[in-house]
């Protein structure tokens, strides 16, 4: 992994070098018509700036549709896409260190860069009672007072963020493109209307529900959604794991929270093998569905042009059928 890091690392000096360090910003940072290159990492940022640019701008996402944004390694063709970004939009978390390794190593004088964990109040990743590692880390935390906290990173996922990380990239892209400016805050202000219209769904399915308990038979990328909307969650691994085996204990305790609070739903996350909340729900009769959160997408999604609000409307209806 060193080895792979450094190579790359390696190439983008190289082809930094080979571009040269005197080109002047429009040169480097717009396409042939003249539109701003932007980059993102994964598909939400992406969206969002698809929803507030549209096609003012030459837009780029890193992560393949269909792909595992954890495991994700950049090619030599990304390092140039990003050093050839006027603008640059990552999460800013630990997944995403190869980011900041590669940013490090090039000139980033003719780019701006936006962390989406900048632009929100962020909280320390958690483990859960049941998860793998919770009797572990709940009697250790003395000692992870020591370590250098680990902040999930799937900040958009509650609407409300997104409404804060939408502001965040229009002021910023009014800034670098200032002809365009009125246009991206016209759509700007019509996209978080949207938002907005949905922040309020969630609050009226979660304000009418008869329980406040959600099961995951995966991982929990969902932190800042629960914190937004006062629910309370299980599930085997937290968002930011690479595991996808988990302990017979931590199956069978989701297995009987379900039973326990006849909870109707078990749910699985976009892309995921489905097979623990397969079992979950084979042993419990718990409906299985899906909770998307707009890591990434299909490909056959992603050609359909499906968008943040559309996957987050399936999610309100999905929630109710958990919480009612």
């Known amino acids: ?28 940072t717009r396409d042939a018509d003249g539109r701003l290159n932007i980059t993102t990492t994964i598909f939400a940022p992406y969206d969002f700036v698809r929803q507030i640019a549209g096609d003012r701008v030459n837009l780029t996402m890193l992560l393949p549709p269909g792909a595992e944004s954890h495991s994700f390694e950049p090619s030599p063709r ?27 190593s090039m000139n980033t004088d003719n780019m701006e860069i936006l962390s989406l964990m900048d632009i929100v109040e962020v909280f320390k990743e958690e483990i859960v009672e ?3 590692g919770y009797h572990h880390d709940h009697h250790n935390d003395d000692d992870d007072e020591h370590e250098e906290a680990e902040y ?9 963020n997104a409404i804060l990380i939408v502001r965040g990239i229009t002021e910023l892209l009014c800034e670098v493109d200032s002809a365009n400016a009125d246009f991206y805050r016209q759509n700007s202000a019509a996209y978080i209307n949207e938002l907005q219209e949905l922040d309020a769904a969630f609050e009226e399915v979660v304000a009418g529900a008869r329980r406040r308990t959600i099961v995951f038979g995966d991982r929990y990328p969902f932190r800042y959604f629960s914190e ?97």
């Open 152 to 160: 999930d990173e799937h900040v958009w996922t509650s609407p409300k």
């Open 1 to 28: 992994m060193k080895k792979k890091i450094f190579i790359i690392m390696a190439a983008a000096v190289i082809l930094f070098t080979v571009a040269g360090c005197s080109e002047k910003k429009d040169a480097v």
């Open 228 to 324: 937004a909307y006062g629910l309370e969650y299980f599930a085997a691994f937290p968002g930011c794991s690479t595991e996808t085996e988990p302990s017979a204990a931590t199956v069978a305790f989701l297995i009987n929270k379900i039973r326990a609070e006849r909870i109707p739903v078990v749910f699985h996350i976009e892309l995921s093998n489905e097979r623990m909340a397969d079992t979950i729900s084979s042993e419990t009769g718990a409906k299985k569905l899906l909770l998307h959160a707009c890591h990434n997408i299909t490909r056959r999604d992603f050609e359909a042009g499906l968008t943040y609000l559309d996957f987050m409307r399936g999610n309100v209806e999905n929630l109710r059928e958990a919480l009612h």
């Open 130 to 132: 049941g998860m793998d």
């Open 78 to 104: 990304d390092i140039i896409t990003i050093q050839n970004s006027g603008l640059f939009i990552y999460i800013g978390g630990e997944s995403e260190g190869w980011a900041q390794r590669i940013l490090q």
